[in-house]
């Protein structure tokens, strides 16, 4: 393969393009060319309500296939989220009910869990319900006395939230 371009962007660091569609790194002023992994979204600051399709995606050469994975604590555990072709570039998520203001993604070469890049800082995954603060269980209520339940909010992702609650039930 002929190589086609070499762009830096800083004195070390620098992409080199084959005819073919081949990219790779350098970090060493062009000493040496590796594959590479980049997420590109998540970013930084971004607040992911549950349950809504967000997409992760990202750039990679010398890749096959990529593992998504995703933290609630800051990057001190990952939990899968899948295995996809590295061409893919982009990959729809679910949001999970698992509300964090730590949360990261790692997309790694599923073949060599070395070579791996991760989001930009950390986002927030907002639950879509609101939490109920009392009741918290156990209370033991007497018949005919009005009581208060209280929830965290009264508004997740834009909708308001209303309580329902009827003796018969």
Known sequence: EALYSVNFTSQNIGYAAGT???MLKTTDGGGTFASFITVNQ????L????????NISWNSNGVTSVKIEYSTNGGSSYTQIAVVPATDLTYSWTVPNNPTTQAKVKISDNSN???FGLSGGMFSITSSSPDVTSPDGGEKWQIGRAYD???SEERRGGKECRSRW???H
């Open 113 to 115: 869990a070395s070579l």
């Open 20 to 22: 073919s569609g081949t």
């Open 149 to 151: 339940i209280a929830r």
């Open 47 to 54: 607040d992911w309500l549950a349950g809504t399709n967000q």
């Open 166 to 168: 009827s003796p018969e």
């Open 42 to 45: 998540p970013s930084n600051g």
